[in-house]
Structure formats: C-alpha cells, structure tokens
C-alpha cells in the first residue's frame, strides 16, 4: 500500500481544522427564536436580523412579547435571544437573569442612546428643563406622565418615582399605552399647543418629527446623560455553544443611532414594514455585512456574505 505523503497530509489537515473553525450550525439550530416587545427600535434590529439569517438558510420566528415576558422566555427556553436589552434601564431584570445563570451576553450591539422623560414645546415654553420643574405644572400637564406599555421597565421607575413622591410627584398619574399610541398623543398635543411629559430616547424619529425638551434632574431614576444607554444582545445560556456560527453573526451584528433613525423613519413616517425598510437600508449600504459576516457561514457551510449579497439583489 502507497504511503500517504507527509506535505500532503499536513496540507489537508490544516485545510480539515480551518473548515472546522467556521463549521456550519447543526440543523437543530435551522429556527431561531426572537422576541420583540413592540418597540419599533426593535422591529428594526430584529429585521434587520432576519433579514440577514433568512439569506442564510435560517427560519428565523419573531414573537411579541412584553419585556417581563420575553425574559421569562429566555429562562424557560423558549427563546433563544432578545436584542434590545437597555442598560441600565433594565437592570433589575438582568440581575434576575444574572442570578438565574439564564443568559449569555453576546455582545453591545448599540451605544449612543439615551432614554428618559421629555416634554413637548409648549411644557418647554412653560419653563419646564428638569423634573423638578414639573409639580409647579401639574395642571398644565394634566398631572399625567406618559409612558409605554404596560410592564416596561421604564413604566416600573416611573411608578416608583411618583410612589416615592418624588419631585413632589406623589399625586401625579402614570399612564401606560403602547409606543404608537404615547406618539400619536404627543403629535396631537404639539399641534394643540399643550404641555404634555412623556418617556422619548434615541434612536428613534421621533427626535426629528416632534419638537421635543429632555429633561435633566433624573440621574438617579433613568441614569446620567439623559438616561444614557447602551443596548445588549443576549441568548438563553448554552445556546451560543449549541449554535456557535448563528451566534458569531450576532456578536459582530452592531447598530448605530443615524442607522436606526432612518429605517425607524421608513416604518413610522413611511409606513413601510420593517422587513421591508431593512432590505431597502441594506441594499442602499451594503458595507456593513463584511464586518458582520466575517467567518459566518450559510446553515450547511457556504461562505456566508455571498449568500446575503445574492439575496438582497
């Protein structure tokens, strides 16, 4: 029998342990399970998640869930990961999960946003800058603080504000509603010209569409510079282990503010789907897959960019 020559050996095996570096994803992780509370920062990464991972042989399935919800989802094993983990905002939830060895923390996907109460021009023209500014309005204001929806935690720090009497607060009402409908009440008191305080951050159109003030003096409650945020990416634990090529788009998956501002913009002002508007972002800027699918594979094995390229052609 013919000697295997040693050159040659060497060769495949190098070539054999490069393969297994960027290994395909076992059929078992063919569905990924994403959650979205409704907020449409998340319609967007979500999409834009989608999209990428459906180019790639992935089904990807999007479930509406609040933000309680959806981290129990994660602890029970009927997700598989959530973008849109708002630090420090969610904190309280993230020691749960922390104390539960539940997730995995994949990586920061957005730095650069902000979160936190702001008021329409009229409560700006009132002289209203800071939280403490706002008891001495109560009327104008119809003692009602605007929130999203209900659960957020957001709507949790809020309610604890106004329990703790904070900022004289104490007799002020928390309303809870969803994002579009806390909107459309903005929208509708800018054009009457009434004061009216509401949760706002950025990324969003929103910053662009209405003339709005953040408000300062709420550093303990939603964190400093204006409740300045970064947003995670985390996976039920051992899923990134059990889906190691899934997993590596994900942690090279990042977003920017300008980026989820023009395709928020898409769906809001446009009234385009999420899908739809981050297709058309991706194909208008196609540098950002590199960076995203280097290493990162189809489901059975095809170099990954070409596969997304195609698609979105």
Same mark, same amino acid.
């Given at each position: 029998m013919m000697g295997f020559p040693a050159a040659a050996l060497s060769a495949t095996l190098v070539l054999f342990c490069a393969t297994q570096a960027f290994?395909?994803?076992?059929?078992?992780?063919?569905?990924l399970r994403m959650s979205d509370p409704g907020w449409t920062d998340i319609n967007v990464t979500n999409a834009? %998640?989608? *999209?990428?991972f459906d180019a790639l042989g992935y089904d990807t399935e999007i479930a509406t869930l609040s933000v309680p919800i959806g981290y129990e989802a994660l602890k029970s094993g009927q997700s598989d990961v959530f973008l849109g983990n708002w630090m420090p905002a969610q904190t309280s939830f993230r020691e749960?999960?922390?104390?539960?060895?539940?997730?995995?923390?994949?990586?920061?996907?957005?730095?650069?946003?902000?979160?936190?109460?702001a008021v329409t021009r009229a409560g700006r023209d009132l002289g209203v800058a800071d939280f403490a500014d706002l008891d001495a309005h109560k009327d104008a204001f119809g003692g009602k603080i605007y929130g999203i929806e209900p659960g957020a935690p957001a709507n949790q720090t809020i309610g604890n504000m106004i329990a703790a009497d904070k900022f004289g607060l104490g007799d002020w009402e928390l309303v809870e509603t969803g994002e579009q409908?806390?909107?459309?009440q903005a929208a509708r008191n800018q054009? %009457?010209? *009434?004061p009216m305080v509401f949760l706002a951050w950025a990324p969003?159109?929103?910053?662009?569409?209405?003339?709005?003030?953040?408000l300062t003096g709420g550093d303990a409650e939603f964190g400093p510079d204006y409740g300045g945020a970064e947003v995670f990416t985390l996976a039920r634990t051992g899923w990134p282990e059990q889906c190691p090529n899934a997993a590596r788009l994900l942690k090279q998956m990042t977003f920017t503010v300008p980026m989820e501002n023009r395709i928020m913009g898409a769906i809001l002002d446009d009234g385009q789907s999420p899908e739809d508007a981050a297709q058309a972002w991706l194909k208008a800027n196609p540098n950002v897959l590199g960076p995203w699918l280097d290493?990162?594979?189809?489901?059975?094995?095809?170099?990954?960019?070409?596969?997304?390229?195609?698609?979105?052609?």
């Open positions: 290994a395909d994803d076992p059929s078992a992780c063919r569905t834009l %998640a989608k *999209t990428v749960d999960l922390d104390k539960a060895d539940a997730v995995e923390v994949l990586g920061r996907n957005l730095d650069g946003a902000k979160f936190t109460l409908a806390m909107l459309a054009a %009457a010209g *009434t969003h159109p929103m910053n662009e569409s209405l003339d709005i003030t953040y290493g990162v594979t189809t489901l059975d094995g095809q170099p990954g960019l070409a596969a997304v390229q195609a698609a979105l052609k």
